[in-house]
């Protein structure tokens, strides 16, 4: 069992890190007024909460707002605030869901609430903390929530849905191999073969984050 709980602990410091690493290395704008900039920082988040429940995704989550807070944010705890919630609120949901149905099924499904309490719960948390951090008054804040925070929120939950469910599979069959991640307990037709990775979810996740890639190249003038 002591075995067991150090493992875990140590891929969760492991994937707490890459977390943060991601954060730093890669940030693409999206929108220049207000700041809003991509980080794939969730996808590991998530995959973490995929791995070992919601409360593991959380935890993870917490960290790393924290460590991003006192290293290099510029929002203080308002920003650190922002950070939890918004991972929270897609991670944790999209894990609690796979956790009770343990399929490919399970994985979509949850990815796609994840989605929809990721842009609902940052709606309203925009518009109640956006004016304070940013200085701007909350009726200029407000014309925002359809035109800037909507989109960049779904943008954002449907990248690291698909993100996830194109890593997720080949880093848990890598960390089954070094020892770090126990073998599923879960045997149906869904996932009778825990090694195998399926095309058509590669081609559909690749469908997905060029398409939203194309789509921050239009909002950021690129194409």
Known sequence: ?????????????????????????????????PPLKYEPKDV????????????????????????????????GWIGAV???VSTCSFACMAAYIYKKNHTLKGAV???????????????????????IYMGYPREAVAPMLPTVFLPFNLLKGVLNAAFVMLLYKPLV????????????????????????IRPGVVL?????????????????GKI
Do not use: D
């Open 44 to 75: 590991a988040i998530t995959i973490a909460g995929f791995m070992f429940g919601p409360v593991s995704a959380f935890l993870v989550s917490l960290v790393v707002s924290l460590v991003e807070m006192v290293t290099v944010s510029e929002t």
């Open 173 to 196: 069959i890598t960390l089954r191999k070094a020892g770090l991640v126990a073998p599923s307990a879960a045997v149906t037709k869904e996932n009778a073969a825990p090694h195998k």
């Open 204 to 220: 559909i996740s690749a469908a997905l984050i060029i398409t939203c890639i194309l789509i921050i190249l239009a909002l950021t």
């Open 1 to 33: 069992m002591r075995n067991n709980t150090t493992k875990t602990m140590v891929t969760l410091a492991m994937i707490a890190a890459l977390a943060y690493l991601l954060m730093l290395v890669i940030r693409i704008p999206v929108f220049a007024m």
């Open 109 to 131: 499904i949850g990815l796609v609430c994840g989605i929809v309490s990721m842009v609902i719960v940052m709606l309203l948390w925009n518009y109640i903390l956006t004016p």
């Open 82 to 84: 922002m950070n939890l």
